[in-house]
């Protein structure tokens, strides 16, 4: 998942300043198709067949954290070090400071040709690129640099309870990473007011039964 919003984060910049790189269908192949199913079947490959079939013959245990899950593969320096710079390093400058410099492009491109920019326009390509670096800066990056210390020379014993809870709250970035994009989209966005304002509506017109009480009438004498 890293992998994959790093390259559309470095993808951005091509689409936006370099468009006659994707002009023709041949293009767009190579540097937009491609790419993406490279990554696709990267991970589907590593995570889904090569990690778990060694997996050392290890039961799960349903009392720790991911279930005891562990794979063999990471027992490898050379491996672990080419994930945690692939995976964790390289996907984690890409994303931040990927999102973060593209919009700092635009106002210096803006700039160099003397024109205004108007946020408005560009209000939805913002939000998006900030939330996006948000939560990969506050959930995934602390993390990382914190595996980066300890490559250095750090003590493992330094944050080792932040890293168990760090390692697991990580997993939250590919259930929150949809709200980013869904936020953006003005079609749901008129859906969901529209929900929320008829049930609302149907709050307030909902019929509830009312006693009423009579007297009864009393009849004068002639």
């Given at each position: 998942m890293a992998k994959l919003v790093g390259w559309a984060s470095v993808e951005r910049h091509i689409l936006i300043f370099h468009s006659k790189w994707i002009a023709t269908k041949m293009q767009r192949i190579l540097i937009h198709y491609i790419p993406l199913m490279l990554i696709i079947m990267y991970g589907i490959l590593l995570y889904g067949i090569i990690t778990p079939i060694n997996d050392c013959g290890r039961g799960f245990n349903y009392?720790?954290?991911?279930?005891g899950y562990y794979s063999c593969v990471y027992d490898s320096a050379g491996y672990s070090l080419y994930e945690f710079m692939s995976g964790g390093v390289l996907s984690s400058i890409c994303i931040g400071f990927g999102s973060a410099f593209l919009i700092i492009r635009i106002i210096i491109q803006k700039r160099r040709l003397q024109q205004q920019v108007h946020w408005r326009r560009y209000r939805k390509m913002t939000i998006q690129l900030l939330s996006v670096t948000s939560i990969f800066f506050i959930i995934y990056l602390p993390?990382?640099?914190?595996?980066?210390s300890k490559k250095l020379?750090?003590?493992?014993?330094?944050?080792?309870?932040?890293s168990t809870y760090a390692n697991f709250f990580s997993n939250y970035v590919v259930l929150l990473f949809p709200f980013?994009?869904?936020g953006t989209l003005p079609q749901l966005r008129t859906r969901v007011k529209t929900i929320f304002r008829?049930?609302?509506?149907?709050?307030?017109?909902r019929v509830v039964p009312i006693t009423i009480t009579v007297k009864p009438?009393?009849?004068s004498r002639v």
């Open positions: 009392n720790s954290m991911l279930c993390p990382v640099l914190l595996g980066i020379g750090v003590p493992s014993s330094v944050g080792s309870d932040y980013t994009c869904l008829f049930c609302y509506q149907q709050q307030q017109n009438i009393q009849q």
